[in-house]
């Protein structure tokens, strides 16, 4: 009897413990689905679409670039004597920065010269003469021929005589020098690299829709990090008639530099201010997935987020502007697109 009684006890004890188990077993999955279903929504930061008043102005970014960027190259050839020039020296136009060897030239010019002159004498005393009968036309021709082929080479001479002192063709600075006094030079040989920064111009480029609302002769608003706070003034005075591959086109600003503050190969931004105003939708630049041209944006319902297609127009700092594909009172995400994807469960950290 105390056998049965303690085989039915263990029994019971066994059992008891079994429940317990299973109980505990199912308590803990039911808070794992409720952890797992907490964690499948990905954390973001959402905005709610809506209109703004805003001016049609935008900006585009370039690089500055000397109006006059030369490299200046010999036209004869010849051994140098002089340099009336060096790195970091002002050039005025005309100003004589290499003298060459000369002294042949020189001889060959007053040759020449002296060849010339006597020749036209003797032309101007046969053609006295022919009015008189004294020579005949043919006489006058011959002679007129020679006159001709004396004064070709006169000038010729001259001009090899001028070459010989090589002249700045720019008035600026010069920033390279790559001959010295003693080497000898040929014909398209490169002398200086010669700056003229007086003048500035801006290559930058402006979307489709941009380029409708410029024009040349405007003025706009050139601004650089290396002054803040400060404000150039620019002309544009080239639009392209063609896109690039990006169908964007380009605009070339021209400027003064007259305070000489500006540098060639300064990064700069360009403003097409504009005091139109708009109503539309404007949307942070992080809220866009993929490219500006093929953008893309994460709309948020009922705490999914699916991917929308969108329009863009113009950007305004970090603000873009969206032509087509949202509408005001839709949620957006702007921040978190990298951990979502289509049809994600999202939730709004804020």
Known sequence: MKKIIYILSTCAIVAVIVVILIFNKRTTAQKTGMVADSSAAVAVKMEVIKDSAYTIGFSSNGLLE??????????????????????????????????????????????????????????????????????????????????????????????RLADASIKAPVSGTVYKRYVEVGSFVNPGAKLFDIIDDSQLRVMCYVTEKQVLSISKGQLVEVRCETFPGETFTGKITFIGEKADRSLNFPVKITMMNNKNELKSGMYVNVSFGSD???????????????????????????????????????????????????????????????????????????
Do not use: C, H
Not at 73 to 78: E, F, H, P, R, T
Not at 83 to 104: C, F, H
Not at 302 to 310: S, Y
């Open 66 to 159: 000397a109006a006059r960027d030369l490299s200046f190259l010999s036209d004869a050839a010849g051994r140098i004597v002089n340099i009336y020039a060096d790195e970091g020296s002002p050039v005025r136009k005309g100003q004589v920065l290499i003298q060459l060897d000369n002294e042949m030239l020189l001889a060959d010019f007053k040759s020449n010269e002296a060849a010339y002159y006597a020749i036209k004498k003797d032309y101007e005393r046969f053609e006295k003469a022919n009015t008189m009968d004294g020579v005949s036309d043919q006489q006058l021709d011959n002679i007129r021929t020679q006159m001709i082929a004396a004064e070709s080479r006169y000038i010729s001479s001259k001009r």
């Open 276 to 350: 139109t105003e708009k109503n539309g939708i404007l949307i942070s630049r992080s809220a866009i997935s993929g490219s500006v041209q093929q953008a893309d944006v994460f709309v948020v319902k009922n705490g999914i987020a699916k991917k929308q297609k969108v329009i863009t127009g113009s950007m305004r700092g970090k603000w873009i502007e969206i032509v087509q594909g949202l509408q005001p009172g839709d949620s957006i995400v702007v921040a978190g697109l990298i951990n979502i994807s289509d049809g994600a469960k999202v939730k709004d950290i804020q």
